[in-house]
DNA sequence: GTCTGATATGTGACTTGTCCTATATAGGAC
DNA sequence: GTCCTATATAGGACAAGTCACATATCAGAC
């Protein structure tokens, strides 16, 4: 389970909540490991039960209480041995490109309709992407490990560098239907054997 | 669900069995949507459960006997509701991410393992990407529709492109490594707080 | 007073996907 | 004869993730 080792590296910066989870995830990891509110509160508790992680009780006036997960030091030494552990790069699922893949039977108009829409999506994407480093700065982060940021922004890097990639063949398709590239359909369009 | 739809697109090349759908997805759609020999068969069931196809049971001499699904008029008009239906791009996760993310406390020596080992990886994937084309020439495909087939390169093409910009962004990062350009961690590594 | 929004933690039901295993036929290798 | 591979279908158990909802406190707006 990665959200299991992805909440142990957060949790070696320094304490946490479910809460400030939640937080750091949708700022930082959010783009290739985006995390569910409930899930992270459940794996924190399995976390604490495999002893992972114990929870200090923080009574709060002003605010409801905390429970603050601490990493133990099993903890930390599960979390090295996965971040050592070579990893299947089994890649992941993309249902757009499935539409694409069987989008033959749609006219002209539809493709464009959809690989604009979709450029459109992957253009905002990018610079929410870009934006990222800034948005990050304002919050306190925990991480004032010169190392552990440079980490942080080599998987920025490849986020950006991918959806660019993305981005410039969705550009490329476009250009290619607007020239009139995309072969018609055959006559009898539906295959029957 | 999206094995669902990319069941019922393939049913619209022509019917199938799930034997025959497990290989054509390891064929084609398998790099951004690879499929369970299991989950095929349920889903299967599930659609003609739900009158989106039909199934004919086939006797066979010299094997064992099949079931071939066919589409259906209401599993047509599915399967064209959902091509044009916009697709939130919901990223995928990247649990190799998610390493390079929290590797701060590896060493120089470390990370250099990990990105070659998956440099060497992503290498041999693009060349399996690179031999798709061959691979599948050599199958009676059943798609003999230009369109379709137009389609079907659009995603191999976008497989190789965002392939090829994560490898660049690999070696990228080997070199900077290489040259000593990875930040030192702080003396007091592990923060305490 | 009531309502909204931020803070904070969870449960229950469900969907999807994975892994392992079972079953059965037939052909060819050894 | 037996073992392996290809063909063919499928169930059970489990893991992981999603969605909707429940609960509670406090601050500030109206």
Chains 1, 2 share one sequence.
Do not use: N
């Amino acid at each position: 389970m990665s959200l299991e080792h992805a909440i142990l590296g957060f949790l070696q910066y320094g304490p946490s909540s479910g809460y400030d989870l939640k937080a750091r995830f949708d700022l930082s990891v959010q783009h290739f490991w985006p995390a569910d509110q409930s899930q992270i509160y459940r794996t924190l508790a399995k976390l604490a039960k495999d002893k992972l992680a114990w929870v200090e009780h923080c009574e709060q006036e002003d605010r409801p209480d905390r429970k603050v997960y601490h990493i133990t030091e099993a903890g930390s030494e599960e979390l090295r041995r996965w971040l050592t552990r070579p990893l299947a790069m089994k890649g992941g699922r993309s249902a757009p490109l499935v539409q694409v893949f069987f989008a033959g039977q749609l006219s002209d108009e539809e493709l464009l309709a959809m690989f604009r829409r979709r450029a459109d999506e992957v253009r905002a994407g990018l610079e929410q992407l870009r934006q990222v480093p800034e948005r990050a700065e304002q919050v306190t982060w925990g991480i004032d490990d010169p190392r552990e940021e440079w980490c942080w922004y080599l998987t920025l890097e490849c986020g950006i560098r991918s959806t660019e990639a993305f981005l410039a063949w969705l550009e490329d398709v476009i250009a290619r239907i607007e020239r009139g590239e995309a072969p018609r359909q055959r006559e009898e369009a539906v295959c029957e054997r």
